[in-house]
């Protein structure tokens, strides 16, 4: 791969890592929080499929963007959600 090319590409996967972690962070929702999370994770295996690493990016996309977003997602399902006025949802 050329040199330009996985610059370019690696600095885009980088800009939409940050922009995503940022939504992560400013988001009210846990559910749409947690999605984001392994959409953040996804991004990170496709980078390491760039840097040449697919044993990691393999593991990062099971794990990371996988299983962690599910056993999040079904821990937030099970919790009692309160809003500010303290009324249960």
Known sequence: MN???FIALATLM?????ALAVMVIRSKDLIKAAILLSGVSLIAS?????????DVAMAEAS?????????????????????????EK
Request: proline content about 2%.
């Open 3 to 5: 040199e330009l090319v």
């Open 14 to 18: 980088f800009i939409l890592m940050i």
């Open 46 to 54: 496709f980078v390491f499929v760039l840097l040449r690493a697919p």
């Open 63 to 87: 794990i990371g963007s996988a299983l962690t977003a599910i056993i999040l997602v079904f821990a937030i399902k099970k919790t009692n959600r309160f809003e500010e006025g303290g009324e």
